[in-house]
């Protein structure tokens, strides 16, 4: 499977901000998803996950209750909804995806696919 992030912006410090995630190749129906963000000189890190039929959500506690992850799976695309938005969140985002990686482990894990990831930036 293919993915392609986008909806990266630069937005003010209590700003929202919607990426997107859109796959090619298979049908997301059969992956997990989750999204990961890599700050400027830090490692990468888990933001949110969502099972196969979206009935499952997991998130980061930094991000919980300001953060929502969703699909539709009938357009193939993972949505990560982010509402007050702060400049330490500046950073890199990335989705991924995996088969047989849960959604609930997928903040110890490694998804096998990944897209490039779409820039936020959060500035006065």
């Known amino acids: 499977v293919q993915l392609q992030a986008s909806g990266g912006g630069w937005v003010r410090p209590g700003d929202s901000l919607r990426l997107s995630c859109a796959a090619s190749g298979r049908t997301l129906a059969t992956y997990n998803m989750g999204w990961f963000r890599q700050a400027p000189g830090k490692e990468r890190g888990f933001v949110a996950a969502?099972?196969?039929?979206?009935?499952?959500?997991y998130y980061a506690e930094s991000v919980k209750g300001r953060f929502t992850i969703s699909r539709d799976n009938s357009k193939n695309t993972v949505y990560l909804q982010m509402n007050s938005l702060q400049p330490e969140e500046t950073a890199l985002y990335y989705c991924?995806?995996?088969?047989?990686?849960?959604?609930?482990?997928?903040?110890?894990?490694?998804?096998?696919?990944w897209g490039q990831g779409t820039l936020v930036t959060v500035s006065s």
């Open positions: 991924a995806a995996d088969p047989a990686l849960q959604a609930a482990t997928m903040r110890n894990g490694r998804p096998g696919y």
């Open positions: 969502i099972s196969r039929s979206g009935s499952a959500t």
